[in-house]
Each structure stands twice: as C-alpha cells, then as structure tokens.
C-alpha cells in the first residue's frame, strides 16, 4: 500500500482534493490521496438521526466545494482547499435528504411537499416546486428536466417533470396503482406504492410499481407524460435494485436474476439466473453499475453483461468479500468492499507501463 492512516470509522468519499470522511461528532477531515496526510479540516454539527447526504461539486469553472448535510436541517458548502465554510442554508424539516447535482444547480427533496434547486456557489434557492404530498426518491435528471416522485406511498402519486433550470412544471401525471384483480389503472381513489426512483431511458420514463407479488414498471412518455405501457405481470421481486440504460430497463434482483425490460414497449428482452444464495450473503446494494459499454451487476461474484443483447461478458471473482459496495473506474478496474471493512480490487488485465 501507498499508505496507512489511523482512523476512526467513518462515511466517507472521492474528491477532487482526496478523500473525504465526515465522523459522527462532525469533524470532517480531506486526507491526500497520494500521501494521506490531512488536507482540509472542518468542524460541523453532528446529526442526530438520519444518514449523512453529499455532493461533491469539481466541475471546471466551479469552486471545489463538497455540499454536506450539517445537523438535522441545514446543507453547508464546505470549501476543499481551506475547510472553510462558502455557505449554509436550511433545507427543511423531512427527515432524508436526497441530493442530486446538474451543472450549477443542486436538486432535492427531502420526503416533504417540495423539490428545491439552490446554486451550488451561493446557496440560495433558485426554484422550489410544491405538491400537497411529500416527495420520496431521489429525483433524477436528464436533458435538462427533473424527474420526481409525489406521493406514492400507498396512496395517490404523481410523476412530476420539472424544468431543470426555470422550476416550471412540464406535467404531473398521475401514477397507477392495482385495482383488485391485480391490473395497473389510474383512476381516482386508487392506492400506489412506488419504489425506488424513477427510471429514465432514451425515449420513456417510468416508476417501479408494488403489487401483491412484487413490483410491476409504469412508463410514461417523456416529453408529454402520457402513460406509454404498464407491465401486464410482475416482473420483477420488490427490494430490485434498477438501472435505464439507452432503451433498457435492467433490474438485478434479491433472488439472484437480471431482468431486462424493453423501454419502449415493456416487453421482456432477457433474463438471466445468476444463481441463489443464502439471504445472509445478499449484497447489501444491488445497484448495476454501467461503465465503458458493459454492465457489472453485483453477485456471489460480479457478472458483466452487454446491455443491449444480454450477452455475457466475463464475471470478476471469487470476490471472497461480499459487494456490498461496487464501483468501477474510468479503466474498468473493479472495487469491491463488504461491510465489515474488507476489500478488494481486480485489474482489467497485465499493463505495460513505461517508466521514466
């Protein structure tokens, strides 16, 4: 290793200055990642409940800040380079705070009435959207629109489709919700339970949909919010983690299959039995991880598949830990880490280097 440093366990992430790591009295530390030694310092008010939430801003043109929740109602921008704070504001009284960054602007909902976007170098609000229901889920962007969940939590719901950088609602439309022989309708008075976030691909976006089985998809058109298809059946488990890629819906679910939705019509493309597993080996995070044309989808071990057909691509492993926690580089290095601490990293291939 290039380094050890003692510390104390700890949240923490990849900046462009090193590594952060918030403790849970709120000392927030910036180790160098070349040399370990601390970088930044800053002293925040701990929270109380609730996880931590971040964004890291290094975008060219912008100030190198990482946008922190501090105690149980405030964000501050904590700068890189000094440990000083740029800014604070309060962010409301919900309990999660789910962020999501698009240029200068950072969008989030906090399970109360409203999405919010504030300028990331100043901290003031630049819109705030409200519905009568709280909003769940992180809300997503793509092509300069907010996509956001109201409601949904077994009651009404509504699809929102939100102008990224003016705050005007392009639609809100109503989500389905299965009437008593199981079919998806939306009609007054009907009952939905949303999962997760919602899911945008090339051309359609939609919200995975609880019924009694497991969980159905709902997709409207992007552009007009008209409901394109719902799934006839189940198609996947509930707790199925998802990932819209180009005009595919991938799910990687708890029992051990990638499914693949078609986006356009909700017709099943593929899936694939990666096999059972004891519940106690279930990786804690199942999310699929798109990286350089593939997709690596944590397992027993990680498999990687071609999106657009389903072919198999290679699996990585034995892991020995299990992925709690996957990610891939820019080069397709694969991390893995468990959470009990252990590690574990597989190279692409053998690499020349030329040395100097």
Known sequence: GLWRVPTRRAPCGPTPYG?????????????????????????????????????VVGAAGLPKLLVVTEGDHHLVAVDLLTGEARW???????????????????????????????????GSVVWRVRDRLRFCGTPQAAHDVIFAVAGGVSGAGALYAIDAFEGKTRFASPLPGPDQSGDLHVRPGILATVEGSPLVAA??????VRDREGVRLAAYDRTTGELAWTSPST????????????????????????VAI?????????????????????????????????????HAEI????????????????????PDLLRVDERCDVYVAEETGHMACFGVATRLQRIK
């Not at 962010?91 to 960054?101: A, D, E, I, Q």
């Not at 099943?268 to 690596?296: K, N, Q, W």
């Not at 498999?303 to 299990?322: K, N, Q, Y």
């Open 88 to 122: 604070r504001t309060a962010w409301g009284n919900g309990s999660v705070l789910r962020l999501r960054r698009l240029g200068k602007l950072l969008y989030y909902t906090s399970g109360d009435t409203a999405v919010t976007a504030i300028d990331v170098q100043t």
């Open 303 to 322: 498999h990687i598949f071609r999106p657009s057909d389903g072919s198999a691509l290679g699996t990585v492993g034995p892991c020995e830990a299990i």
């Open 235 to 258: 198609v996947a488990p509930s707790g199925t983690s998802w990932l819209a890629v180009d005009d595919t819906f991938l799910g990687n679910t708890p029992t051990g299959e990638l």
């Open 203 to 208: 051309h359609t976006v939609a919200v995975a």
């Open 262 to 298: 078609d986006a356009a019509t909700g017709a099943l493309r593929y899936r694939h039995v990666l096999g059972r597993m004891l519940e106690a080996d279930i990786p804690r995070r199942l999310e699929p991880v798109l990286r350089g044309g593939a997709v690596y989808v944590p």
């Open 19 to 55: 590594i952060a790591r918030l403790h849970s009295d709120g000392e927030l530390h910036v180790l160098d990642l070349v040399t370990g030694d601390l970088r930044a310092r800053a002293k925040l008010r701990p929270r109380t409940s609730g996880p931590a939430a971040g964004a």
